[in-house]
């Protein structure tokens, strides 16, 4: 092993956070080594959002501050560091143009996750830090002038030391919760982590035969026996797979399933027509009864749903598939209504780490500046990133708390 180099920061993990990090630390005259135990740099946000990378959301402040509950106001500092604006400013100054979609997501006009990570490639090397790959870290010491990392090829120093190794999340790129023992071997607690963003498996054998349907938009709660309050409740699209549900309203409710000790226990609750009342919706159903009585009931649900899920309903309501609309009984149409507007879809869990987008969970944000992203136990220690007990909404919530905390970390390491 070579011996010793002294840096200003040494950072631990080149995701997101990471090489933010490195980036502005590095623009502000630090010597800054970023060490990354893979073999490329920024894997997650090359797999991020289909290959395409939502790098943000597009909306103020206080709307990122929401998506994170109540661990949001953690984040007051590092979002005045850098906004959803500074962010799609420093990518466009790289040449990445962006787009905003219909449901807020801000991706590369591109819709290419690649150009994402070569933008930030590139800034780093013009920022002078100095990046090296397929090199973990395999311990951490703290001596008086600093952070002591050994890795397999050296033993290298710092005057602070930054961990962004992320969480447990999509496991294949690399991202084996490193940073926790890292964090415990100087106090921190570990909030218990759970998979969050992650889709959910569903115990009804018919849902799988409706794999590939797309709801565009569907209220869910995830409900609790004796338990009148939901324990979550999120709208957006979902869609059917062979497991269970996946999309973004199942991914955002996800987190109350993973954290609760019996996931199977637990029910989904699903509005399939989240814009119309209950009431109304039974006065549609009894005028085309009175009025389209010739029409295929199955044709008459279609009009405000997939025709798909509309044979699926007349199924669970024992009505036959080619019955009439007409001769309608308010018994039918409230069991009718009932499956459009409550339908309770009993759960089975989520598909794990796996298949997870980010980590519930990690560094107690007790034990961290929110100001400098110090840590509070351990003087010229940070973390930025996933690694912290940070986890927000699907819609590029999570790419800028990355963003946001390896920015503000960067001015003070």
């Known amino acids: 092993m070579s011996t010793d180099i002294h840096y200003d920061c040494m950072i631990l993990g080149a995701g997101a956070a990471g090489l933010y990090a490195a980036i502005f630390a590095a623009e502000r005259g630090r010597n800054v080594l ?11 946000i090359l797999m991020s959002g289909g290959t395409r990378c939502n790098i943000t959301h597009h909306c103020d402040i206080r709307g990122i501050l929401e998506s994170f509950g109540p661990n949001g106001k953690f984040l007051h500092s590092a979002l005045a560091s850098c906004s959803p604006q500074d962010v799609v400013d420093f990518f466009e100054a790289e040449g990445v143009a962006t787009k905003v979609e219909d449901t807020g997501k801000i991706f590369p006009v591109s819709d290419r996750a690649v150009d994402v990570q070569q933008a ?6 013009r920022s002078g830090a100095t990046l090296a790959t397929c090199e973990p870290a395999t311990a951490v010491d703290k001596f008086d ?18 961990i962004t190794t ?4 999509f496991p294949g790129c690399g991202t084996t919760g490193d940073g926790y023992g890292f964090a415990r071997q100087f106090g921190h607690t570990i909030v218990p982590t759970r998979p969050a963003l992650v889709p959910l498996r569903t115990q009804p054998a018919w849902v799988p035969e409706l794999k590939g349907l797309t ?3 569907a209220k869910l709660s995830v409900v609790e026996a004796n338990v009148s309050k939901p324990l979550n409740i999120r709208s957006g699209a979902m869609l059917f797979a062979h497991f269970g549900l996946t999309g973004p309203a199942p991914l955002d409710v996800s987190r109350a399933v993973s954290s609760h000790a019996k996931p199977s226990s637990l029910k989904l609750e699903i509005d399939y027509l989240p814009n119309e009342t209950e009431q109304q919706y039974e006065a549609f159903l009894q005028h085309e009864s009175l009025h389209q009585g010739k029409k295929q009931l199955a044709v008459v649900l279609a009009e405000k749903m997939q025709r798909r899920l509309a044979d699926q309903m007349l199924v669970l309501a024992n009505m036959a598939p080619d019955r009439r609309a007409a001769a309608l009984s308010k018994d ?11 339908m309770a879809l009993p759960l089975a869990g989520t598909l794990g780490y796996e298949k997870a987008e980010v980590t519930a969970g990690g560094v107690s ?7 400098t992203l110090e840590s509070k136990l351990q003087p010229g220690l940070f973390f930025a990133g996933e690694v912290l007990d940070l986890d927000g909404w699907i819609g590029g919530y999570n790419f800028q708390s990355a963003w946001s905390t390896g920015h503000l970390a960067a001015q003070w390491v």
């Open 34 to 44: 970023l060490l990354e135990k893979g073999k490329k740099p920024g894997v997650k």
């Open 120 to 125: 930030l490639l590139r800034r780093l090397h």
């Open 145 to 162: 002038g600093g952070f002591r990392v050994t890795t397999p090829l050296r033993t290298v120093s710092a005057k602070h030391l930054l």
């Open 166 to 169: 992320g969480g447990l999340s």
């Open 215 to 217: 709801v565009s938009r």
């Open 332 to 342: 039918d149409r409230r069991v009718l209504v009932g499956l459009a507007k409550r």
């Open 365 to 371: 944000l007790d034990e961290v500046d929110s100001r």
